[in-house]
């Protein structure tokens, strides 16, 4: 099975963020990320916990498994066993992230979701981030609102940040880390077709950059064939990430 496409590099780049994670709960936030969590369940990760959403644990297909009533959902949240993939309206190059408002938050010219369960959210457990449509209107400077808590905030109340961790960020052109010195953004892969001046360019901030990106790592047939078949068989997120050209695969 061959011709994977951009999408479903990023179903595998969401999927990764939960290798080697054990029994925690995986909260996947919009459908590339929820495809990405039921595919490590299926593959790589089977010991992740998934949810309904309500009041259940649930398999890859949805069948009930347990029960998880909303103060053990809680206990898990500010124990750090909990792996959130959220969404990000804006995001800064330490991490932090606005889904509440655009402009001055006293008077904004745009009101968005709100803070929600943002500052919780990064507090006391891993957070990643997934964004569909890569560009500086989402990868600025300064976010111009602080919902999830980044690195350099982190660091100055570290007795509060305790479970403080962003493993990834991933976009429609590659996947983002911190792993570097001030904990600012890293490029850490590029889905196939993409460049680094591409990044570069829909980045509002100074990216690090290594001498080496590596492509993000392919679907595997039997990936594919589980995203295409059993996961996403309507092809839903090929209109989340649109891609007229399939990306073919490098391997064999």
Same mark, same amino acid.
């Given at each position: 099975?061959?011709?994977?496409?951009?999408?479903?590099?990023?179903?595998?780049?969401?999927?990764?963020?939960?290798?080697?994670?054990?029994?925690?709960?995986?909260?996947?936030?919009?459908?590339?990320?929820?495809?990405?969590?039921?595919?490590?369940?299926?593959?790589?990760?089977?010991?992740?916990?998934?949810?309904?959403?309500?009041?259940?644990?649930?398999?890859?297909?949805?069948?009930?498994?347990?029960?998880?009533?909303?103060?053990?959902?809680?206990?898990?949240?500010?124990?750090?066993?909990?792996?959130?993939?959220?969404?990000?309206? !804006?995001?800064?190059?330490?991490?932090?992230?606005?889904?509440?408002?655009?402009?001055?938050?006293?008077?904004?010219?745009? !009101?968005? +979701?709100?803070?929600?369960?943002?500052?919780?959210?990064? +507090?006391?457990?891993?957070?990643?981030?997934?964004?569909?449509?890569?560009?500086?209107?989402?990868?600025?400077?300064?976010?111009?609102?602080?919902?999830?808590?980044?690195?350099?905030?982190?660091?100055?109340?570290?007795?509060?940040?305790?479970?403080?961790?962003?493993?990834?960020?991933?976009?429609?052109?590659?996947?983002?880390?911190?792993?570097?010195?001030?904990?600012?953004?890293?490029?850490?892969?590029?889905?196939?077709?993409?460049?680094?001046?591409?990044?570069?360019?829909?980045?509002?901030?100074?990216?690090?950059?290594?001498?080496?990106?590596?492509?993000?790592?392919?679907?595997?047939?039997?990936?594919?064939?589980?995203?295409?078949?059993?996961?996403?068989?309507?092809?839903?997120?090929?209109?989340?990430?649109?891609?007229?050209?399939?990306?073919?695969?490098?391997?064999?």
């Amino acid at each position: 099975m061959s011709g994977a496409t951009r999408a479903d590099y990023c179903v595998i780049a969401c999927a990764e963020a939960w290798r080697g994670a054990g029994e925690i709960l995986a909260s996947p936030m919009g459908l590339i990320p929820s495809v990405g969590a039921r595919l490590a369940r299926l593959t790589f990760a089977p010991e992740l916990l998934l949810t309904d959403g309500e009041a259940m644990l649930v398999g890859p297909d949805g069948t009930p498994e347990g029960w998880l009533p909303y103060r053990r959902h809680l206990t898990l949240v500010t124990g750090g066993r909990r792996h959130v993939m959220m969404g990000a309206s !804006q995001i800064d190059r330490h991490g932090n992230q606005n889904i509440s408002c655009i402009g001055d938050w006293a008077r904004p010219s745009r !009101q968005l +979701l709100g803070v929600r369960g943002a500052p919780v959210n990064t +507090l006391n457990n891993p957070v990643s981030y997934w964004i569909p449509r890569h560009s500086r209107r989402v990868f600025v400077e300064k976010v111009d609102m602080v919902c999830g808590v980044g690195y350099d905030r982190a660091a100055e109340h570290p007795g509060t940040a305790r479970f403080h961790r962003i493993p990834r960020v991933v976009s429609d052109l590659g996947v983002f880390d911190f792993a570097t010195p001030d904990r600012s953004m890293r490029l850490a892969s590029l889905h196939p077709g993409v460049t680094i001046e591409r990044v570069k360019e829909a980045t509002g901030f100074e990216l690090t950059v290594p001498e080496e990106v590596p492509h993000t790592r392919e679907p595997t047939p039997e990936e594919l064939r589980l995203i295409r078949e059993v996961l996403d068989p309507g092809g839903a997120r090929e209109r989340e990430v649109p891609a007229p050209v399939a990306v073919q695969r490098t391997g064999s």
